[in-house]
């Protein structure tokens, strides 16, 4: 009935994506992302878009989650030792057998990669001239195979986060002051998430903290990392997690989080933290971002730094210390940078000899992020504030020291926007809400 219907919060931002791919039945569109961050519901929306709009009859919908254990028991499928279901025939013939022939069907089916051999499962279905194929997928293990080969090229990835800061700021407008303060909305989104479950518990802190360590962290680290790859130290593995929580922002290596987890006792040897890391990368927790020296066009080894999918869970985990706040105002930008579809880099300006105390010593210039895509390269200094004129030029300076024509920008929370010699000053919560 009705009223038992869950109210779904649009996000326009995916379903115009899968919009524009509608036709394109040849290719199969694949939703990736961390667990939770509303890749179900997003298949609701878009299903929901296709009766309204008068794409489809309900009928020609097929709806299947491998995570709803009744629904794949009906099926027949089992798991094996590995944990994935089994027999992707008899998924098969569920859906052929549910397929209308004279007309073209929408077939959705949820966390793809809990089924053995579900390359074979998708491409079959794919060659099907009347079903139009939809996937989600919780884990980059799920592209360990070459996809290019298996599908010929014939699909599309679109890679889904959780809440934006302006999906927050739209979707919690009924619930804040009526001045609805960029700066109050804010610090509600770093402290209470951005996964879309938590609009419901209103400002219920122990309902949200529940929900994101035991859903949203536990289910994601047990799921996709400990029993996916056979991880028998879970203590050590919550150790790396909390590590890299607590360092977003830090430049640094893997022989530099070696260091840092044994001085709190805790010993791994860097092959083991390499695949540990690896394996966070690909459940979507966290972000692994390259050095990139732009004036020789390469990227750089071994530092990188690290970063995480929603700063409400780390909030969570951690809690918020003021010395945090400058790397987790990066973070979100980095996020969104990555929405607006950038490949993001730190940017390395280059190596400087400077003489301190009649001491010669190297230091690097960088600045926070290079954006590119396609033909199209973007600069960006992010800093808490800037009023302070020594703060504002030595933000600056990383910038001007670029000597190409790109678009060069610093973000902070300060009001008001400007131009310093070419480069872009603009309040951050405005630029995040692509105003």
Not at 24 to 45: E, H, M, P, W, Y
Not at 138 to 148: E, I, K
Not at 330 to 345: A, D, K
Request: proline share 2%; with cysteine.
């Amino acid at each position: 009935m009705d009223e038992f219907k869950e109210k779904l919060i649009e996000r326009p931002e995916y379903t115009q994506k899968l919009e524009a791919w509608l036709g394109q039945n040849d290719l199969v569109k694949i939703i990736t992302g961390v667990r939770r961050c509303g890749k179900s519901k997003l298949f609701a929306l878009f299903q929901k878009l296709l009766i309204e709009q008068k794409y489809v009859l309900e009928n020609q919908i097929i709806n299947i989650n491998l995570e709803d254990v009744i629904q794949t028991q009906s099926i027949g499928l089992e798991y094996n030792k590995q944990l994935l279901l089994t027999d992707y025939n008899k998924l098969l013939n569920f859906i052929v057998e549910k397929l209308d022939t004279k007309k073209m069907n929408f077939v959705f089916i949820d966390e793809i990669q809990l089924l053995e051999n579900w390359q074979i499962a998708a491409n079959t279905l794919r060659l099907n001239k009347n079903v139009d194929l939809y996937l989600t997928g919780s884990n980059a293990y799920m592209f360990s195979g070459d996809l290019s080969n298996s599908f010929g090229g014939r699909y599309v990835e679109i890679k889904m986060q959780p809440f934006s800061f302006k999906e927050y700021y739209e979707a919690t407008k009924e619930d804040t002051l009526s001045s609805h303060d960029l700066f109050e909305v804010y610090e509600k989104y770093i402290k209470k998430s951005g996964f879309p479950q938590i609009i419901k518990f209103k400002n219920n802190d122990n309902l949200i903290y529940e929900y994101l360590i035991n859903t949203v962290y536990l289910n994601t680290v047990q799921k996709d990392i400990i029993k996916r790859y056979n991880v028998s130290n879970s203590n050590r593995l919550d150790s790396i997690i909390r590590y890299i929580f607590d360092n977003i922002g830090n430049e640094t290596s893997l022989r530099n989080i070696v260091n840092g987890l044994k001085t709190s006792g805790i010993t791994i040897s860097i092959p083991t933290l390499d695949s540990y890391i690896k394996a966070l990368i690909d459940s979507y927790l966290i972000y692994k971002c390259d050095r990139y020296d732009i004036k020789g066009k390469n990227y750089l080894n071994p530092n990188s730094k690290y970063y995480i999918v929603d700063i409400g869970l780390r909030t969570a985990i951690l809690g918020i210390n003021d010395r945090d706040r400058g790397h987790i105002l990066e973070n979100i930008v980095y996020l969104e940078l990555l929405r607006r579809g950038f490949r993001v880099s730190v940017g390395k300006v280059h190596s400087k000899v400077i003489k301190n105390n009649g001491k010669s010593e190297r230091k690097t210039i960088e600045i926070d992020f290079v954006a590119r895509k396609a033909n199209i390269t973007e600069y960006y200094q992010v800093a808490l504030n800037v009023t302070d004129p020594d703060v504002l030029n030595r933000e600056l300076k990383p910038l001007e020291e670029i000597k190409d024509n790109y678009s060069k920008y610093l973000l902070t929370m300060d009001s008001g926007d400007g131009d310093i010699n070419g480069i872009k000053r603009l309040n951050v919560f405005q630029w995040l809400l692509d105003k």
